[in-house]
């Protein structure tokens, strides 16, 4: 088989970066921590990026068999260089390899000119300077891949010219597209300006060392395919030391989440929580959310539901309370909340004005940050006043469409990530943002990217189940900044082993909160 792999994750880690927490750097950042490590370990800036080439070509050929044709595309810039070091490394190990290189740069770097000088040392490799973007074609016949390095993480403007056209030339092609660091036409943060059909469609992105902020945004993910993040020894300590507000979380961020219980605990040391969903016709969003609610450890769970939802929640959550409103089919308001740790509301409620007014009274009368989702944020859209209502550090849990109504359209990810920001630091709320990159906004506008998760997630309920899994959380004692940040991996961790048990198609809401348990597990391996 000429390609032994398909990539099977949206990121995937080497054991040795498991050691720190990731940030997210931006352009500037990296360039310092390229060149601090090369000052202070010292390393000459050619041996880094051997090292580079190194670590890409380990993961190309644990892949692609030698069978493929592998096709290099160089700029003349340090990707470029690293490019030409990851063709001479194939060649060694007896891949057929051919290069081309894009002329049309001011200049080449110094180590670009270096690579290229023992390129010519190794007279069987096919080395070829494009006069047009038209020289380059593949044969469909032959397993053939692309390896895209072309342009870095250095860009700071649109691609425009024989650059694009040989982007768009690349974007033809029915083969794998393997981009190093970054894909070419891609910048590190901010494409709002950018010509999409001027960046690189890759399959798979082999990320040096951390991943970048455009990998998370949904309009970017035609171009990053699956990344991969690949340590090449950047100095751990300098990447500590810098400053940024975005974060990406990892295993090693959330496993000293889990709260051990001591021999003789009982339930009343994990909280009492109230869950507020349901309406005629959605009490399925009340048994999901209160059955994450439980499995995620909360000691004792209350929900209110409207009458018709009485004997399905006794029935089917027996572990839970229920309690009764007054009102057959609608959330028409609740008389004692004192006795809760933490409180959910949202999840099938509905938007009746009934409803709407026991939400004001609920928001006002509660002493403990809430967690707000679904319907309860539509209300909050159609009342935008009563934010100044909400406890500080309440958690908010938006899809895309409902943050849209809460906070105003944006036309591109980057756009929603910056109003996401703006809207936490404003109202001081916490805004969990979901999507494949789910992102946790904080009231100090720093923002939290998850890693775990699958499109088999996008399934009704399961968003209900995740604001179970938070408000279990809170109620258990963990901060607001931590139930998020905790839930939001553990429900993607749940989501990823339902993935590998069941597939992606067949994933229901109920799935990932029976594999919660495994969850915990393993993160606590």
Not at 85 to 95: E, F, P, T, V
Not at 158 to 174: D, M, R, Y
Not at 205 to 223: C, D, R, V
Not at 303 to 319: I, S, W
């Amino acid at each position: 088989m000429a390609y032994l792999n398909s990539v099977k994750a949206y990121y995937v880690l080497l054991p040795s970066l498991l050691s720190y927490f990731m940030k997210i750097l931006n352009a500037e950042q990296v360039r310092a921590s390229d060149a601090h490590t090369i000052t202070h370990e010292p390393i000459a800036s050619i041996d880094l990026m051997e090292r580079a080439a190194a670590v890409c070509t380990h993961w190309i050929t644990g892949h692609f068999t030698n069978e493929v044709m592998v096709k290099v595309l160089c700029g003349m810039g340090n990707n470029g260089g690293d490019g030409l070091a990851i063709a001479r490394l194939l060649h060694d190990k007896g891949y057929r390899t051919e290069v081309f290189i894009a002329p049309w740069f001011a200049k080449p770097s110094a180590d670009f000119t270096v690579n290229r000088k023992r390129l010519e040392d190794i007279p069987v490799m096919k080395v070829k300077e494009l006069s047009s973007p038209d020289d380059i074609s593949i044969d469909n016949t032959h397993p053939t891949i692309i390896i895209d390095a072309i342009l870095g993480s250095g860009l700071s403007k649109p691609v425009e010219g024989e650059l694009a056209e040989l982007i768009q030339k690349i974007n033809t092609f029915h083969c794998p597209v393997i981009a190093i660091d970054i894909p070419s036409g891609l910048m590190m943060e901010d494409n709002t300006k950018a010509n999409h059909k001027n960046i690189v469609n890759a399959t798979a992105t082999l990320s040096i060392e951390l991943p970048k902020l455009s990998f998370m945004f949904a309009e970017n993910g035609q171009h990053v395919g699956d990344f991969y993040i690949l340590p090449i020894g950047i100095d751990k300590q300098f990447i500590a030391g810098q400053k940024t507000s975005n974060y990406f979380v990892m295993r090693d961020k959330v496993v000293g989440m889990i709260q051990p219980r001591p021999k003789f605990s009982h339930k009343g040391n994990y909280g009492h929580a109230l869950l507020v969903a349901g309406s005629y016709g959605k009490i399925g969003a009340a048994v999901l959310g209160a059955r994450a609610c439980l499995r995620s450890g909360a000691g004792l769970l209350t929900v209110h539901v409207p009458k018709c939802g009485y004997t399905v929640l006794q029935a089917d959550v027996p572990e839970a309370m229920v309690s009764v409103d007054e009102e057959e089919k609608e959330f028409s308001g609740i008389k004692d909340i004192s006795q809760y740790n933490a409180i959910g509301v949202g999840p099938g409620i509905g938007t009746d004005k009934q409803t709407q007014n026991a939400f004001k009274l609920l928001i006002q009368q509660t002493h403990v940050p809430l967690v707000i989702d679904a319907d309860a944020i539509n209300i909050l859209a159609e009342n935008k006043t009563w934010l100044a209502f909400l406890q500080k550090n309440s958690i908010l849990t938006p899809h895309p469409g409902e943050f849209a109504r809460l906070a105003g359209k944006t036309s591109t990810g980057y756009d929603a990530y910056t109003l996401q920001k703006e809207f936490a630091v404003k109202h001081g709320v916490y805004v969990v943002l979901k999507g494949a990159h789910t992102a946790i906004a904080t009231p100090e506008g720093d923002v939290y990217f998850n890693s775990t998760g699958n499109p088999g997630m996008a399934t009704a309920g399961s968003g209900d189940t995740l604001t179970g899994i938070i408000t279990g959380l809170l109620a258990q004692g963990h901060s607001p900044k931590e139930a998020a940040i905790f839930g939001v991996y553990l429900h993607g961790l749940a989501g990823d082993i339902a993935l590998h048990e069941i597939g992606s198609n067949s994933i229901i809401a109920e799935d990932i909160t029976n594999c919660l348990g495994k969850a915990f597990l393993e993160i606590g391996k």
